[in-house]
């Protein structure tokens, strides 16, 4: 017993330096100072600080220093700050306030009601951002979650990353949802992934549900067909699978492999179609090319089929020859 006022050291070995109303209970448990701090862990810690505590089966827990921290489970290290805890073996705190690490191996650096509940989660800053799965990664912002395993968050505000190796670097309301397998957003509002390997750079309210497809930005692009990309521009659509949509506006690539450069109201809506700007310029014949213009066809107009004799019969039945319908894929 070093000195102070109303202090006690019941454990084998154990120490109080100092302080007022400091309690060391099991063996080799030390508090240096503060007051109302409690060890009650073998080897337990409590430097100083205020209403500090180290719980019972909290063997070489830590506490530094601030006020209302709690220790739960081996090793379990908490730096300072306010109301923070470490639950779980070899969690840790470093600063901050109500801030948890509730998961073995879970870290919190700082920032104020963060939460690490997943084994060897962590949380580095900010506000209200919770990590709750085996390695997920919040560094910062506000409102963010990371609850798939080795899911990351760079930062933002509410961004939402639960698929397993997602990651979202920044924006606000940026999604990957559970099938989105590493899919990346690097940034922007209301983006959305929703498939494996799917990418957004960044713009607002962008969409990709096909796997491995790609919005560089723009506004309310989709993608939805497998390698297709989008670069820019807003409210265009990548349907078929390695369809490119190089920008423009209300543009449309429905074929295999078919491509808009840009322009408005475009289509390109057979296999391996072109239409390079214009508008209300479409492609709908295998191969077909547009250089622009405006309002221009390449494609099979009002071919009758030799069944039916209706004009571009789509009855698929009845696909005798490639002129019986328009050739989409």
């Known amino acids: 017993m070093g000195g102070g006022a109303y202090n006690s050291a019941h454990g084998y070995a154990s120490v109080v330096a100092g302080g007022s109303t400091n309690f060391a209970a099991k063996s080799h448990c030390t508090v240096a100072g503060g007051s109302g701090n409690t060890a009650l862990s073998t080897f337990g810690s409590v430097v100083g600080g205020s209403a500090n505590t180290i719980f019972a089966d909290s063997s070489y827990g830590f506490v530094g220093g601030g006020i209302g921290t709690n220790a739960y489970g081996n090793y379990v290290v908490v730096g300072g700050g306010y109301y923070n805890m470490a639950n779980g073996s070899a969690a840790s705190v470093t600063a ?16 104020s009601k ?25 560094g910062g912002g506000s409102l963010n979650s990371a609850t798939a395993s080795y899911a990351t968050i760079a930062g933002g505000y509410s961004v939402t990353a639960n698929a397993t190796g997602a990651t979202i670097s920044g924006g606000m309301y940026n999604l990957a949802t559970g099938d989105a397998v590493k899919a990346t957003i690097g940034g922007g509002g209301s983006n959305k992934v929703s498939m494996t390997y799917a990418t957004i750079g960044g713009g607002n309210a962008n969409a990709v549900a096909a796997f491995a497809g790609v919005v560089g930005g723009g506004h309310r692009n989709t993608v939805q067909g497998f390698y297709s ?101």
């Open 114 to 138: 963060n939460e690490a509940a997943g084994y060897g989660a962590i949380v580095a800053g900010g506000s209200r951002n919770e990590a709750l799965a085996v390695s997920a990664m919040v």
């Open 96 to 111: 901050g306030s109500e801030n948890s690490a509730s998961g073995p191996y879970a870290h919190v650096g700082g920032g």
């Open 229 to 329: 990309v989008i670069g820019g521009g807003a409210f265009n659509s990548a349907i078929g699978n390695s369809a490119t949509v190089g920008g423009g506006r209300m543009v449309s690539a429905n074929g295999y492999a078919a491509t808009v450069g840009g322009g408005q109201e475009n289509v390109a809506a057979a296999a391996y179609t072109t239409t390079s700007g214009g508008r209300l310029n479409v492609a709908d014949a295998h191969a077909a090319v547009i250089a622009g213009g405006y309002s221009n066809s390449a494609g099979h107009a009002y071919v009758h089929c030799p069944v039916c004799g209706i004009a571009n019969c789509t009855i698929i039945a009845h696909r005798v020859d490639a002129d019986c319908v328009l050739l989409r894929m």
